[in-house]
């Protein structure tokens, strides 16, 4: 009796056969170049409808729906567009790596493909939203579509040289799994670094709570003309200036001041703290009373200084900040 040879599987398209052939040798970051390993990695033949709704699952279905989702966080986006567009670029490394971790599972290919695809969606929706508040903070004339467009231009550009590098890695480094894993992450790791200095040079003017905090509270530390006013008229004909804090005093030195000057200052200020430890909020009346203080007992403390050899007319703050009045 003649055995029956089992059927052979349908043949898949040229096409198809050499893209898988092709992928086999290659190591790219793209949801497109993994899905033939994916399918084979399944046990799937390659036919149409198979390869069709696969496809489908993985790249329109799961991309659309993180689109859909990361598109309602657009008002969030317009106030930090900075750290969305670090975290895009994250979920993108992240659904990258996932499509290379997928063929090492077949039997969950479809479940990690899938999330692979998911993040990248909401990579695509974040890094798109804040390219244009990032972009139009360098338009200063009016040159959005031109910045628009040689970013464009640059973006592309750094495109085909890494696929350029990705070929060589993959033919090297790469042309193993565990070349893979060790290369994927070091990528990704130079990738979010850049990234990151990049958006800490681009400037963005817009306010939100975060930078309206900041602001304010670098504006509440500036001391204003009218308080410079007051201490000047605590402190006449002298060259320094005190700003009595609440844990401690900050003094200014004119820029002609001497080492006399500054030790006067820094009697003023040593008398005020001590008067202040009975007193819990600083005020100008207690630094008018230690200025009188010092005045009293200054010249007897100079005349011991100097007599014990201390070069008292230089004082060497190391700063070299100055005021001129």
Known sequence: MQKKEPDKPPQGPVFWIEISESMSRHFQFEADGQLSSLLFAAGLRPTPAQATAVSWILKDGMQHVGKLIC???????????????????????????????????????????GLGNFAKGMAVVAAR??????????????????????????????????????????????????????????????????????????????????RTAM????????????????????????????????????????????????LRGWFVAAYAASMEKSVYEPSSSILQEAYEKMNSMFSPFLSELQAKGWHTDQFLDGTGSRFAW
């Open 71 to 113: 598109s309602n966080l657009g008002a969030r986006m317009d106030s930090e567009p900075k750290r969305w567009r670090i975290l895009a670029d994250v979920l993108y490394d992240l659904g990258t790596g996932l499509e290379v971790l997928s063929p090492l599972c077949p039997q969950l290919f479809l479940e990690i493909a």
């Open 215 to 262: 602001i304010v509270a670098d504006f509440l530390k500036v001391v204003r003309p009218s308080k410079l006013c007051e201490l000047k008229k605590i402190f006449p004909e002298e060259k320094f200036l005190l700003s009595r804090q609440k844990k401690w005093t900050e003094m200014v030195l004119e820029h002609q001041a001497t080492g006399e000057d500054a």
């Open 129 to 210: 939203a804040t390219r244009l508040p990032i972009y139009s903070s360098f338009a200063k004339e009016g040159n959005l579509s031109d910045l628009f467009a040689k970013g464009e231009a640059i973006s592309t550009l750094f495109n085909v040289i890494g696929l350029g590098a990705g070929i060589q890695l993959a033919s090297t480094i790469c042309s193993s799994m565990q070349g893979k894993l060790v290369a994927g992450p070091l990528l990704a790791v130079i990738h979010i670094y850049s990234v990151t200095e990049e958006m800490r040079a681009a400037p963005v003017n817009t306010l939100n709570p975060q």
